[in-house]
């Protein structure tokens, strides 16, 4: 599509700084659909190089027809994919039409989720896992504090990411409806599901045994889902320091979660933590980390 007829699609002015767009439209008939959709005819989700707000909204309307636009700059993008967190502009990504990518920057994205193999896959099962394992650990302090509401919540998002590793390791990119997308895969995380949100028990008795539950996952998924930072850590002699660790690219997103997994890691001897003399440690030691 030419860039003339690009404006005129979307009823909005184009500049060259425009990488790519895909439109999704309002179908009535799509099992699931992007919230961006309600009461708009159309979402546009246009690629910017950068730019200096992570995302930028305009409205437009030609006649009839809404049209809600969605600036990105690459790298949200790119962050949205690989973080799994941003299910909206996943959604556009995924299921919208293609109506702008002369670098075809779009279609390799859209290949490199359909494929689902290497980095990319890589990358969600750790940053899934380490989700996993934080939401997990909140559920059981809630739960030692007796606040037993506040747990179920928890250990109902820990099942969740649970879910898109089952995804994952199936090797399909992991739905926003992800509950829809694991029923065909005869997963115990959704009869677990079930067990927490259907069961007779108590909340207390429903709440502790999916926690049982989730403590055997994490122990038995733990090396597969933490290959990419177990790579990283092997990938130099030195050790690795926590800021090191949180500035490498393919580990940026974890800032909440990557000292937890890291705790984890030493106590099941996964990894080691070395004590060291740093300027900046204070009166004791900074503590770094290799395989």
Avoid at 72 to 80: D, T
Wanted: hydrophobic share 40%; charged share 25%.
């Amino acid at each position: 599509m030419e860039l003339s007829n690009l404006t005129l699609f979307s009823g909005e002015t184009f500049d060259e700084s425009v990488l790519g767009a895909v439109a999704l439209h309002q179908t009535g008939n799509a099992p699931f659909q992007s919230a961006l959709l309600h009461d708009f005819d159309m979402v546009v989700l246009m690629l910017h190089e950068e730019q200096e707000k992570e995302r930028i909204i305009t409205h437009t309307m030609a006649g009839e027809r809404r049209t809600q636009s969605v600036h990105v700059g690459l790298s949200a993008l790119e962050r949205a994919v690989m973080a799994g967190d941003n299910n909206e502009l996943l959604t556009s990504l995924i299921a919208g039409e293609v109506i702008w990518d002369p670098k075809g920057i779009l279609g390799e994205m859209r290949r490199e989720i359909i494929q689902f193999q290497g980095p990319i896959k890589e990358r969600i099962l750790f940053m899934e896992f380490s989700r996993f394992l934080h939401m997990y650990v909140k559920s059981k302090r809630y739960m030692e504090a007796g606040c037993t509401m506040d747990a179920y919540n928890c250990v109902l998002i820990a099942l969740y990411h649970w879910a898109r590793i089952e995804v994952s390791e199936a090797g399909c990119f992991p739905d926003p409806a992800v509950w829809e997308q694991i029923k065909g895969l005869n997963s115990s995380v959704h009869k677990l599901y079930e067990e927490l949100t259907v069961s007779t028990e108590t909340l207390d008795q429903r709440v502790e045994l999916i926690l049982l539950a989730c403590e055997f996952s994490i122990m038995s998924k733990m090396s597969d889902c933490c290959s990419i930072l177990l790579n990283i850590l092997g990938s130099r002699k030195e050790p690795w320091s926590i800021k090191e660790l949180l500035q490498h690219s393919g580990l940026s997103q974890l800032g909440a979660e990557l000292p937890l997994v890291l705790r984890k890691l030493v106590s099941r001897s996964q990894i080691r933590e070395i004590a060291s003399w740093a300027e900046d440690a204070g009166d004791g030691h900074a503590v770094r980390y290799t395989l």
